[in-house]
Antibody, heavy 122, light 109 residues
Framework: EVQLVQSRAEVKKPGESLKISCKGSGYSFRHYWIAWVRQTPGKGLEWMGIIYPGDSDTRYSPSFQGQVTISADESISTAHLQWSSLKASDTAMYYC???????????????WGQGTLVTVSS | EIVLTQSPGTLSLSPGERATLSCRASQSVSNMYLAWYQQKPGQAPRLLISAASSRAPGIPARFSGSGSGTDFTLTISRLEPEDFAVYYCQQYGSSPPGTFGQGTKVEIQ
């Protein structure tokens, strides 16, 4: 079974750093793009960026470029999303999702991880 | 960037009724690279339809997708209790890939 399992919920203070993870199993991790998606009550689902674990080719949505860093460690089949300095506005649910077609970036997202809730509050 | 607009925002229907959800793109979606997702409270989105009309594995036949160009539709032929949820469309054919619509909530009337 293809599965993505995300790290647990986090509560952080503004200015702190954070790295959350997404571990893939049941498929060849290096050959499928992984996406990160933010969900907030006000803005719905927002695509943040994608990474190809095989060569770490990474593409960011213009809205998130410079705000977050996406990385992947093929050796442990895990992708990461990190912030160097969190803001209250980063409070949201974050999902990882696999782009469902082998290698290609023109692909729907399937499956999705269970989500990681990030709360940033002083 | 392609902007997707879904309508209506909320659809109030009864079990057994037909649901018709619309997704309109600000420009043509290439090769019908349009997907539909279902999200229930406390759960991650789930892929229902890809390439505008292809059901994902395990998705019941009461879900169907249609459309091309800038106008797409998700139809649920007869609503089951478990179908009351929020539905999102997504285009994945242009840069940036993955633009989502704002969602349509299907609620029990």
């Amino acid at each position: 079974e293809v599965q993505l399992v995300q790290s647990r919920a986090e509560v952080k203070k503004p200015g702190e750093s954070l790295k959350i993870s997404c571990k893939g199993s049941g498929y060849s991790f290096r050959h499928y793009w992984i996406a990160w998606v933010r969900q907030t009550p006000g803005k719905g689902l927002e695509w943040m960026g994608i990474i190809y674990p095989g060569d770490s080719d990474t593409r960011y949505s213009p809205s998130f470029q410079g705000q977050v860093t996406i990385s992947a460690d093929e050796s442990i089949s895990t992708a990461h999303l990190q912030w160097s300095s969190l803001k209250a506005s980063d409070t949201a649910m974050y999902y990882c999702a696999r782009l469902s077609y082998f290698v290609t970036v023109t692909s729907p997202f399937d499956p999705w991880g269970q989500g990681t809730l990030v709360t940033v509050s002083s | 960037e392609i902007v997707l607009t879904q309508s209506p925002g909320t659809l109030s229907l009864s079990p057994g009724e037909r649901a018709t959800l619309s997704c309109r793109a600000s420009q043509s979606v290439s090769n019908m690279y349009l997907a539909w997702y279902q999200q229930k409270p406390g759960q991650a989105p789930r892929l229902l339809i890809s390439a505008a009309s292809s059901r994902a594995p395990g998705i019941p036949a009461r879900f169907s997708g249609s459309g091309s160009g800038t106008d797409f539709t998700l139809t649920i032929s007869r609503l089951e209790p478990e179908d009351f949820a929020v539905y999102y469309c997504q285009q994945y054919g242009s840069s940036p890939p993955g633009t989502f619509g704002q969602g349509t909530k299907v609620e029990i009337q």
